[in-house]
């Protein structure tokens, strides 16, 4: 199957620095790639769909100011959360699709990112 | 919103028997997904059933839907310890897959 690598794995920062977490498509092209966040024991919450060249559409709740996406190509998008705060402490996964009748997505193995 | 909801939330077995997770969902749907998750790790996806298909098999997987009543069940038959995680079932209306809680499955050896 399509792979999906994110970069990096963890990441502690401290409190009011930005981090940024990349996604990338290793072996095909994504038109479209979704950032999730999930909270320990729970599910999978969509952050924000962002295709290429185009700006990321964000779900209700998520502040597109905190949370800034970028999907400059089509194998690599980026989330940069900015001015990081220990609420922001998650599991974040990113997934990537590509067009056609499967819909499948591919997701990425994860980043755990640390605020302290 | 939610969509997907699974259950049961935890399940426990022994290695050889049969796991059965269910996952209902409320609007109309192109497809559902499972997916499966080790602790602390990304997502694998299981399986994808279309909203025209009533069943499907992997390997020792079978997913069944039911449009009728919005539901669909995942059975893992001769579970292995190795089948140990959490496992998600997703909808997809037009291009998002929103995710259910997950069942955590526990595979005693």
């Known amino acids: 199957g399509a792979v999906v690598s994110q970069h990096p794995s963890r990441v502690i920062c401290k409190s009011g620095t930005s981090v940024k977490i990349e996604c990338r498509s290793l072996?095909?092209?994504?038109?479209?790639m979704f950032w999730y966040r999930q909270f320990p024991k729970k599910s999978l919450m969509l952050m924000a769909t962002?295709?290429?060249?185009?700006?990321?559409?964000?779900e209700q709740g998520v502040e597109k100011d905190k949370f800034l996406i970028n999907h400059a190509s089509l194998t690599l998008s980026t989330l940069t959360v900015t001015s990081a705060h220990p609420e922001d402490s998650s599991f974040y996964i990113c997934?990537?699709?590509?067009?056609?009748?499967?819909?499948?997505?591919?997701f990425g193995p994860g980043t755990r990112l640390t605020v302290t | 919103s939610q969509q997907g909801e699974e259950d049961p939330q935890a399940l426990s077995i022994q290695e050889g028997e049969n796991a059965t997770m269910n996952c209902s969902y409320k609007?109309?749907?192109?497809?559902l997904q499972w997916y499966r998750q080790n602790s602390g790790r990304g997502l694998v996806h299981l399986i994808l059933?279309?909203?025209?298909?009533r069943e499907k098999h992997s390997g020792r997987l079978r997913v069944t839907l039911d449009t009728s009543k919005k539901s669909s069940s995942l059975l893992i038959t001769a579970s292995r310890a190795a089948d140990t995680a959490s496992y998600f079932c997703?909808?997809?209306?037009?291009?998002?897959?929103?995710f259910g809680k997950g069942t955590k499955l526990t595979v005693n050896p």
């Open positions: 997703a909808t997809r209306g037009s291009e998002k897959l929103v």
């Open positions: 059933i279309r909203s025209n298909e």
């Open positions: 072996d095909f092209q994504a038109t479209t």
């Open positions: 609007t109309s749907i192109n497809n």
């Open positions: 997934s990537a699709g590509m067009t056609g009748p499967t819909y499948e997505q591919y």
């Open positions: 962002s295709n290429e060249g185009s700006k990321a559409t964000y």
